[in-house]
């Protein structure tokens, strides 16, 4: 391709893109298939690394990463970036509403937002590009995090309309809460610290140094403030609105209160609804509508006088401590939760509450028979965070750590810098067999849907179930009429349930569907300790089958980026039991893949001679996987819909064209449930 040619497909592509993206992520709403939009941003990649002259600062390219940084640079805001005062309490509210009416008159329009609790950003775009994102930092100069903001999908690169040669435009990063309990979990399973909440962790993910790896960190942004004048703006709520037609994302629940008793309802609609939102805010901010009535108000040396923070009280109760279960989870640690004396917290009544670990109990102080306090925190669970020790009896008992595993017996570990108690009986211990065989099932792992949790604790109290190869040996007369004794509670009595014809087809059908999923999560499946997904993929990645894993040695695991010595030793110990290589023996000969998939190997020809398009997101493979299987099974990859297509494999998110186009030209549209089928039967 020519220089000239090159620029302008890169500008177009760069264009579209950046237009699919806005679609997918700020609207909901794309307007083509992930895999389309997967080879346009492939055909970018190819030109820019061709032709880098030509990439451009909006290009999509350039959120899914770009170099390390060591220090972000420091940066000098243009205009200070001051933070909001405080107040708990309504009466201050109306003192800062009769201190504004006093210094601009009676007629005063407010907005009134939630206050996100994140990291605040200021954002500045020049002719219409992403140019600069800055962190706060002591109000007068931050740091540059640019090339971390532009991984974040709903901050656009390119606004969607002309603005200003110069726009700032300021808000807050946070991070969603249902992602920060999957980033926790898995932190948790590799043996990572927890962060403490979600703002923590958006704080923690935008000052690392790897663009790369804040790019898979759950954020987002909601932006709230424009600092400089724009012309024929002449309100905060105006300027919004205008923002958000340039692609900005911006709250839709900030709404204009004409009086207290409009922003009081709005307080308290939002002190209970927040806790449906699945991001954290502490508070709602009510800021002065009127452009020239907040210049007039000025600001203080710290804060703007047209602006106020009203922060929810954080929900607290006290209660007694009546006892203290140890509940043993599938890696063997030993959780403490709290028996309380049943009280309503926010909208529920908890009767329980974590206490994590030894050290926290100890810290507390806290004795059984204590008046603690409760919190919500942004975990699911709430959390004791303090004993009322005026109400403390001398019959309160101080706390006993159990030294056994409270379901086999075992005697506990604590290794040295881990919070946590083991039970280090992780073949035999019942809650471990259990929690094992969960996992292997999980969406994530085996994706053995038909088994849940309820099942599989049939299945192992029947005695036909106590490792995951069992299950590979399960029939259907085995399971058909399989029946689960409820016991009787209170004045019921006592109940069956058992295994009906579909059930039992569902759960044979299922577990030999799941012979054909990957052997990174095969290997993440076996749930081997701080093996968690990413560590199994780097290790199948690496090693390609399980018998190079199995003969690695220390060194040769350390060696690998990111696998420290704690998963390398868990690692080798796994390996080091005979139980752990007899189950790799019989899952391998029940034809479990134990080899990465690599697209020359060819497992049969059951789709020679067919072709096929893939479209869409799925639920047990990757596009990428599930063409690797096409191409392993015999079949063909076609790039779009035409006469010459088989089948389309559809997921969800297709674009409806597609969809259109294949019904008019009567291709059979395939589920990937029926697509496994066709290459998973005999
Ligand atoms: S306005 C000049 N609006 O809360 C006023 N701030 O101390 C600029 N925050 O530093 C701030 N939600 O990080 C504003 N809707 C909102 C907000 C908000 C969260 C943060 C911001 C600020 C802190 C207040």
Redesign the pocket.
């Known amino acids: 391709m020519i220089k000239e040619e090159a620029e302008n497909r890169i500008r177009v592509l760069v264009l579209k893109l950046n237009q699919y993206n806005f679609e997918y992520y700020n609207l909901l709403n794309p307007t083509i298939s992930d895999f389309e939009f997967d080879q346009l941003l492939k055909e970018l990649e190819t030109l820019e690394k061709e032709f880098p002259e030509f990439i451009r600062d909006d290009s999509p390219t350039l959120r899914v990463g770009g170099e390390p940084t060591k220090d972000f640079a420091s940066v000098i805001h243009r205009y200070p970036m001051?933070?909001?005062s405080n107040t708990y309490s309504e009466s201050e509210i109306r003192e800062f509403d009769a201190r504004v009416r006093k210094a601009v008159g009676e007629t005063v329009e407010y907005v009134c937002?939630?206050?996100?609790d994140g990291l605040?950003i200021g954002l500045t775009y020049e002719n219409g590009v992403l140019k600069q994102a800055v962190t706060?930092g002591d109000g007068v100069q931050g740091d540059d995090v640019t090339n971390n903001v532009r991984t974040i999908k709903t901050i656009p690169l390119r606004l969607q309309k002309e603005a200003p040669d110069i726009f700032e435009i300021?808000g807050?990063i946070i991070m969603t809460i249902s992602g920060f309990r999957t980033l926790n979990a898995d932190r948790e399973e590799v043996g990572d610290a927890p962060f403490a909440n979600p703002r923590n962790a958006a704080a923690g993910s935008i000052k690392m140094q790897d663009p790369i790896q804040v790019a898979q960190r759950p954020l987002d942004c909601f932006l709230?403030?424009l600092p400089g004048s724009l012309p024929e703006i002449t309100s905060h709520y105006q300027g919004l609105q205008y923002a958000k037609t340039l692609g900005l994302k911006i709250s839709d629940d900030t709404t204009i209160c004409n009086s207290l008793t409009e922003i009081f309802d709005f307080i308290n609609k939002w002190d209970t609804a927040r806790e449906l939102l699945d991001y954290e805010t502490d508070g709602i901010?009510i800021k002065v509508n009127s452009l020239a009535q907040q210049k007039q108000l000025g600001f203080t040396a710290k804060n703007?006088r047209w602006?106020i923070?009203y922060k929810f009280k954080t929900k607290r109760v006290e209660t007694i401590l009546l006892s203290i279960d140890y509940q043993v989870g599938r890696t063997g640690a030993i959780t403490p939760v709290a028996n309380l004396r049943p009280i309503q917290l926010g909208g529920t009544i908890v009767k329980r509450a974590s206490l994590h670990n030894a050290d926290i109990i100890k810290n507390l102080d806290v004795r059984l028979g204590d008046f603690v306090y409760v919190e919500k925190g942004g975990e699911i669970i709430p959390k004791i965070i303090g004993v009322n020790l005026e109400k403390r009896t001398p019959t309160a008992t101080s706390v006993q750590f159990i030294s056994h595993c409270p379901e086999c017996g075992s005697l506990l570990i604590k290794n040295e810098g881990e919070a946590a108690h083991f039970c280090p009986n992780e073949d035999h211990c019942p809650p471990q067999i259990k929690g094992k065989l969960e996992h292997f099932i999980s969406r994530k792992a085996m994706n053995i849907d038909s088994l849940g949790e309820g099942k599989i604790e049939l299945l192992w109290e029947s005695g036909l179930v106590k490792n995951p190869a069992d299950l590979y040996e399960l029939t259907y007369d085995q399971l058909f009429g399989l029946t689960k004794v409820i016991p009787a509670e209170g004045v019921k009595s006592e109940k069956k349930a058992s295994f009906r014809e579909k059930t039992a087809e569902n759960i044979v059908h299922g577990v030999a569907q799941s012979k054909v999923i990957p052997f990174q999560k095969v290997l993440f499946a076996l749930g081997i300790r701080f093996v968690g997904e990413t560590v199994a993929k780097k290790l199948a990645n690496h090693f390609q089958n399980i018998d190079n894993l199995q003969n690695a040695l220390f060194d040769d695991l350390v060696a690998i980026e990111d696998i420290g010595e704690r998963i390398a030793d868990s690692v080798l110990t796994w390996f080091s039991r005979p139980e752990h290589i007899e189950l790799i023996e019989r899952l391998r000969k029940h034809g479990l893949q134990f080899e990465s998939m690599n697209r020359l190997d060819v497992i049969s020809d059951k789709l020679a001679g067919k072709t096929f398009v893939v479209s869409g997101v799925f639920n047990h493979f990757s596009r990428e996987e599930i063409k690797q299987l096409i191409e392993k099974h015999g079949g063909k990859n076609l790039g779009s819909i035409s006469s010459q297509t088989n089948y389309l494999i559809a997921g969800e998110k297709m674009g409806p064209a597609k969809k259109a186009k294949a019904e008019k030209l009567g291709i059979p549209i395939i589920t990937e449930d029926q697509f496994e089928e066709m290459i998973s039967s005999n």
Do not use: G, M, T, W
């Not at 937002?113 to 996100?116: R, V």
């Open positions: 001051l933070s909001l937002e939630l206050k996100f605040s706060r300021r807050e709230y403030y901010v703007p602006a923070a």
